[in-house]
């Protein structure tokens, strides 16, 4: 049986073929079925965790900080079901196309900050935020949601994909998929892991919920 998807995300016929999507405008050309826009698991990994089975928690209205968000695809979709939208992203061109994506949705919050240094935007982000969002492609990855653990409510979640190539392109993924593991379980629990092929390759999807 498939997990619940939250309020505001449905799954509608693209080409045939049930797919997730949102409602909201367009952003990257995605197909759109009646005010509903297709959420291509192929390009988020969080829409790639979703398909995969894992349950995420979400309901639809959560507060949201997204890390990782780059030009805004997937944050775009999560600001069409949440609530407040925290997207950070420190790499300045694809911060410009996510300010355009927030133009049309009042509740995502475009932030050009590290998120390696959470202290950054502490006086921006609200404290006990529903779920942690992480999308990044850096090496230290677990240590980044650790680091992050500071704005997510006590019965909040990680949402994380882990990606095997950002840690170690030599060694085999499982290998830098338990090392990270091994590194979150310092904050948090882990209630549920999914290798997201074929959507995406050598990345683990991660739920898990603060210690």
Same mark, same amino acid.
């Given at each position: ?80 079901? &949440? ?5 950070? =992203?420190?790499?300045? +061109?694809?911060?410009? /196309?996510?300010?355009?994506? @927030?133009? #049309? ?54 949402? &994380? ?5 950002? =840690?170690?392109?030599? +060694?085999?993924?499982? /290998?830098?998929?338990?090392? @990270?593991? #091994? ?29």
């Amino acid at each position: 049986m498939s997990e619940p998807l939250p309020e505001g995300v449905d799954r509608r016929s693209f080409d045939g073929d049930p797919r997730l999507a949102t409602r909201g405008q367009p952003v990257y050309g995605e197909p759109t079925d009646e005010g509903w826009r297709l959420w291509d698991a192929g390009r988020s990994k969080l829409a790639a965790m979703m398909a995969a089975g894992l349950s995420t928690g979400l309901a639809g209205g959560e507060t949201v900080l997204y890390l990782g968000a780059a030009s805004g695809t997937t944050a775009s979709h999560v600001a069409d079901f &949440a609530g407040p939208t925290y997207a950070v =992203e420190f790499a300045p +061109r694809p911060v410009r /196309d996510l300010v355009g994506v @927030a133009e #049309a949705r009042a509740n995502l919050v475009p932030l050009l900050k590290d998120a390696r240094e959470p202290e950054t935007y502490a006086h921006v982000v609200e404290s006990d935020v529903d779920a942690l969002v992480q999308d990044v492609a850096t090496r230290g990855q677990a240590r980044v949601a650790v680091e992050n653990r500071r704005f997510l409510a006590d019965d909040g979640r990680l949402l &994380a994909a882990i990606k095997a190539r950002s =840690e170690d392109v030599t +060694r085999d993924p499982e /290998d830098v998929f338990e090392d @990270a593991l #091994a590194d979150l379980r310092e904050a948090y629990e882990v209630v549920g892991t999914a290798r997201l092929e074929p959507y995406h390759d050598d990345h683990l999807g991660v739920v898990a919920r603060p210690r």
